[in-house]
Structure formats: C-alpha cells, structure tokens
C-alpha cells in the first residue's frame, strides 16, 4: 500500500483551540482601550462637511461641542423642524443664547485649570445645509464671551474637490 | 478495583472552555460601542469683540484679495464671479506674486485675505472656501519651508507641520496667516423651512 493511502485514511486533528481566548481577550483589551463612550446624545442631524486642511483635536477634556443641525425626528415636536443649536448635550432655543452661551462656557472653565482656559476649544459640529447665520449668531456670541479658539469639525475629504 | 472518594471524582480543575465565550461577548459589546473617530477639523483663531465700529485702514487694492460668497453659494472673487476650485492657485498667486505683477501683493507680509459671506451661504460652502484659503497658507508654508531648510526634513510629508517651533515661527514671520473675516450681509436669510 502506499504511504498517501495510509495518511488519507487517518481523522483529521483537531485544531487546538487552546489559544483562542488568549487572542479574544487580546482583541478585547484592545477595543477597551480605544472605546470612547458617545458624551451627549445628539438631538440634531449633523452631517459634517468635507476638508483637506484638518487637525487633530488633543485633549478632550479641554473641548466641548457646539452641534447645529436639524432636529432628529423624535425631537421635531418639540423643537420644530429648523436649524436647532445643541450645546454639549442640551438643546438651547436661538433666542437664548446671549445668555445661555457665556453661562455654558464659564461652566466649562470651572472644571479645568486655570492655567489651561487659553487651550479651551469650541468644536462646531454643523450639517453642511444649515445657513451661516444661525453659525454666525453662535461665533459673536463666543467673541463677545472671549471663547476664541474655534474648531471647524469636518471629516477627511477622499477625492478631488467637487 | 478499589472504590474511587468522590473528592477524587470531581475534577479538581476550573472549565476554560466558556472563557473564549465570556470574552466574545465583552468583545462584542465594545466592538458595538466604540467610536474611533477622532475629532478633526480646521482650527482658527477668532477675532476678540470690540464695540466700536473698526476704523477703515487705508488698505491699497492690490494688498487685498476679496472673497464673497452670496446666498446662492456663489464666489465673487476680486469682483469677478470664480470657482472653489481654482481659488487655491489664485490665493498662492496672489500672496507670493512671483512675477511682480502689478495688480498681486506687494509682499506676503502685505496680504490680507478677506472673506466676507452672507447670512444665507451655506455652511457647506462656506467650509470648502475656508479650506481652500487655509491650503493655499499651508502650501506656501511648505514650500517656504522647503527653500529655506532643504534636506532637513525630506522624509515628512507635510514638511511645515513637522517642524520645530523655533523653525515653524520664522516661515510663518515671513507669511502670516491674515484671514480676515468680514460681518455677513442678510440678503439670503434662511425663512421658515
């Protein structure tokens, strides 16, 4: 008999899945590390515009987030259907902010440093449809409150500009 | 054969066999809640507020290059109507002014980039010429930063990012960065939607 015969007629070994934990838990560890868990709840559709020129934002406990965009269906009875600004997690009606604004970022100031107020970032978050003058309204504001470091949030464009 | 104690029965060892089961359903869940999206975007420096109206500089024409944007999104650039696309080349052109042209920057210290838009420009807009302007500064800085240090830093893509700060100053004393950005007009404001 020949030797191919014999090795064809033996099982086949199990593969030892004695190291499969070990590389779960690996992968595991990994997305533990990397989770970040969603800070607010957005209560606006926001879909961010394209760019090129774009930096990273360090620090996240120096940053909070201004969201302007429609409000998402669940919130469109309450709010209505225009452009709705969202301060980190609430929703703050347009004839509000002159005070609501300045409130809002002395809140933030009071948790980091005080060495650190020059680094505090505003991150608009803007649907691309929205008009610039609800934006607009927004960045006075922040002038006025002396909040000057302001951040465009985009996402990476892929292709030629269109 | 001698009867076996129950103590001797029992394995004395814990199952790993669920292990791998425990661990998939921690790794599902974090697969499902993680966000790896750092947040990116064009960073700038907004002007402090002052209540009293600017006084008007006597600025000569051809130190400033107009940019406005209407309510329809469309670009009039040095009173001519322009695309977003070709706006890159043209600041570059503008600020450098290679060939001393008579109607271009007298020199990059001297250019003042202004972008004015209107109440009803889109965001979207809006961005996509902020991005353009901000690319026509970075490339020049890379450019600048090529000339000035060559070789130093030929492995880094973006050549100016990558630098010192000492090094970073220095190009950025010969091109600063002016992006001026005028009050909107309201001709386009948004209605009810």
């Known amino acids: 008999m020949s030797k191919f015969q014999k090795k064809r007629g033996k099982t086949t070994p199990a593969i030892s899945t004695a190291s499969l934990p070990d590389i779960i838990f690996m992968l595991l560890f990994f997305f533990m590390v990397v989770t970040v868990m969603r800070d607010a709840e957005l209560k606006v559709t926001v879909v961010v515009p394209d760019a090129t020129e774009l930096t990273k934002l360090e620090r996240k406990s120096l940053v909070h987030h201004v969201y302007i965009g429609k409000p998402t269906a669940k919130f469109i009875p309450v709010y209505g259907t225009k452009p709705t600004i969202q301060l980190n997690d609430k929703i703050v009606r347009e004839d509000r902010i002159k005070n609501d604004i300045p409130l809002f970022i002395e809140q933030h100031k009071l948790k980091v440093p005080e060495n650190q107020h020059g680094r505090i970032t505003t991150s608009f978050r803007v649907d691309g449809k929205v008009t610039m003058g609800i934006v607009q309204d927004v960045k006075t504001q922040l002038r006025k409150s002396g909040q000057l470091r302001v951040n465009y949030s985009a996402r990476a464009r892929a292709g030629e500009l269109k | 054969m001698a009867k076996k104690s129950a103590r001797d029965r029992l394995s004395n060892e814990v199952s790993a066999g669920s292990m791998a089961d425990i661990a998939f359903l921690l790794l599902i869940f974090f697969l499902v809640t993680t966000t790896i999206d750092v947040d990116k975007g064009i960073l700038i420096k907004l002007p402090p507020w002052s209540e009293e109206e600017p006084d008007i500089q006597k600025l000569k024409d051809r130190n400033v290059f107009a940019v406005l944007v209407n309510a329809q999104n469309q670009l009039l650039v040095r009173n001519e109507e322009a695309q977003i696309k070709e706006l890159r080349e043209r600041v570059k052109e503008f600020i450098v002014n290679p060939q001393r042209r008579e109607d271009l920057s ?13 109440r009803g420009t889109a965001y979207e807009t809006y961005l996509k010429v902020y991005n353009e302007l901000r690319a026509a500064y970075n490339e ?13 830093f030929e492995k880094a893509e973006r050549k100016f990012e990558d630098m010192p700060f000492a090094y970073r100053k220095a190009i950025r004393d010969k091109i600063p960065l002016v992006i001026s950005e005028a009050e909107p007009t309201a001709f386009g404001e948004e209605g009810a939607q």
Not at chain 2, 140 to 152: I, N, R, T, V
């Open chain 2, 106 to 118: 007298e020199k990059p210290t001297k250019a003042i980039i202004m972008l004015k838009n209107d």
């Open chain 2, 140 to 152: 020049l800085w890379d450019e600048e930063a090529e000339k000035l240090y060559p070789g130093d």
